[in-house]
């Protein structure tokens, strides 16, 4: 039996790639249909292809039966986590922390501006040719929550450091203190949602955070508040965000949403106050060269029987 890591990157692309194993290519095709590289059961470390359907992404999961280690290119994993059962015990699940940081934070940024100076707004002036000033609200002196303060919500504070806000408040699954100041846990977030001028979700889709944002959660947000989502689709209750936004109470930018894609004639599509980007809080320039640095360290690391970063889980423990 050889030794096989499926890339979705192609091996010849990616310069240090330690000796050892043998390097197949597989990111699933454009239709989903590309035929394996090899046989499944010689691959011991599956890389997920990026950027591709569910079902695409799972597909081979069942046939790793000698897989040792499952290397996601994002930083959530539920999608491999939806079939865990199709895993043998064993197996290291590592996410992509580190690869988009700086470019989800920048989209987070980029929603929260645009929307709060009205950039949809004027861009459809523009379209109409249309001379059309307005007075909207600046990020200066609000006060922002991020809820899920992990790598990425992190990133996003060093990107909101220089905007003059009156507070930066952090919510995450566990309390701590952190050089910026405490970070709040879940259980806070009552008594911190009314304070908030902005509501920044990025945390992971677990159990915990699924429907996180409901009709409660929303209605303990002030007047005029905006809501940032560019954690999860189904971190939100849909139904229940669409029935504030047609209040007019509040206003919101998802970069993702429930269900995804979202689909031709889905009331978000025309929701007063929304701002809607599809998924692309990771997809940039910034994503190839970290995805390529994460690879080679993390099979240098696998080759040399050394520990690997940002293992999520170990399945069967």
Same mark, same amino acid.
């Given at each position: 039996?050889?030794?096989?890591?499926?890339?979705?990157?192609?091996? %010849?692309?990616?310069?240090?790639?330690? %000796?050892?194993?043998?390097?197949?290519?597989?990111?699933?095709?454009?239709?989903?249909?590309?035929?394996?590289?090899?046989?499944?059961?010689? *691959?011991?470390?599956?890389?997920?292809?990026?950027?591709?359907?569910? @079902? =695409?992404?799972?597909?081979?999961?069942?046939?790793?039966?000698?897989?040792?280690?499952?290397?996601?290119?994002?930083?959530?994993?539920?999608?491999?986590?939806?079939?865990?059962?199709?895993?043998?015990?064993?197996?290291?699940? *590592?996410?992509?922390? #580190?690869?988009?940081?700086?470019? @989800?934070?920048?989209?987070?940024?980029?929603?929260?501006?645009?929307?709060?100076?009205?950039?949809?707004?004027?861009?459809? $002036?523009?379209?109409?040719?249309?001379?059309?000033?307005?007075?909207?609200?600046?990020?200066?002196?609000?006060?922002?929550?991020?809820?899920?303060?992990?790598?990425?919500?992190?990133?996003?504070?060093?990107?909101? +450091?220089?905007?003059?806000?009156?507070?930066?408040?952090?919510?995450?699954?566990?309390?701590?203190?952190?050089?910026?100041?405490?970070?709040?846990?879940?259980?806070?977030?009552?008594?911190?949602?009314?304070?908030?001028?902005?509501?920044?979700?990025?945390?992971?889709?677990?159990?915990?955070?699924?429907?996180? !944002?409901?009709?409660?959660?929303?209605?303990?947000?002030?007047?005029?508040?905006?809501?940032?989502? =560019?954690?999860?689709?189904? !971190?939100?209750?849909?139904? +229940?965000?669409?029935?504030?936004?047609?209040?007019?109470?509040?206003?919101?930018?998802?970069?993702?949403?429930?269900?995804?894609?979202?689909?031709?004639?889905?009331?978000?599509?025309?929701?007063? #106050? =929304?701002?809607?980007?599809?998924?692309?809080?990771?997809?940039?320039?910034?994503?190839?060269?970290?995805?390529?640095?994460?690879?080679?360290?993390?099979?240098?690391?696998? =080759?040399?029987? %050394?520990?690997?970063?940002?293992?999520?889980?170990?399945?069967? $423990?």
């Amino acid at each position: 039996m050889s030794a096989d890591v499926w890339l979705p990157i192609a091996p %010849e692309e990616i310069e240090g790639l330690p %000796e050892g194993p043998r390097y197949l290519f597989w990111d699933g095709g454009e239709d989903g249909d590309q035929p394996f590289p090899g046989d499944p059961a010689d *691959c011991v470390l599956y890389v997920v292809p990026y950027m591709k359907r569910w @079902t =695409v992404r799972v597909r081979p999961l069942e046939q790793l039966t000698h897989v040792r280690v499952i290397q996601t290119l994002t930083a959530g994993v539920d999608d491999v986590t939806a079939r865990l059962s199709a895993i043998r015990p064993g197996v290291q699940l *590592c996410n992509a922390r #580190g690869v988009h940081e700086a470019s @989800t934070a920048e989209l987070a940024l980029t929603l929260t501006l645009a929307s709060l100076r009205g950039i949809p707004g004027f861009v459809r $002036a523009q379209q109409q040719e249309r001379w059309e000033s307005a007075f909207h609200p600046a990020l200066a002196d609000k006060t922002v929550l991020i809820v899920g303060y992990g790598a990425i919500g992190a990133a996003i504070e060093d990107r909101l +450091a220089p905007f003059e806000l009156a507070r930066v408040a952090r919510v995450a699954r566990s309390e701590r203190t952190t050089a910026r100041g405490p970070v709040h846990p879940l259980t806070e977030l009552p008594s911190l949602l009314p304070h908030a001028d902005v509501v920044i979700l990025s945390t992971p889709l677990t159990e915990a955070t699924r429907g996180l !944002v409901d009709a409660e959660f929303l209605g303990r947000m002030k007047d005029g508040a905006l809501l940032v989502n =560019v954690a999860r689709g189904p !971190v939100v209750d849909t139904e +229940a965000l669409l029935a504030e936004l047609e209040k007019g109470r509040i206003s919101a930018a998802l970069d993702v949403t429930d269900p995804e894609p979202l689909p031709p004639g889905h009331p978000l599509w025309q929701a007063p #106050g =929304v701002l809607i980007t599809p998924h692309v809080g990771g997809p940039s320039s910034a994503f190839l060269p970290r995805a390529k640095r994460l690879l080679v360290d993390q099979l240098t690391r696998f =080759v040399n029987h %050394e520990p690997l970063r940002n293992v999520v889980l170990t399945t069967g $423990a």
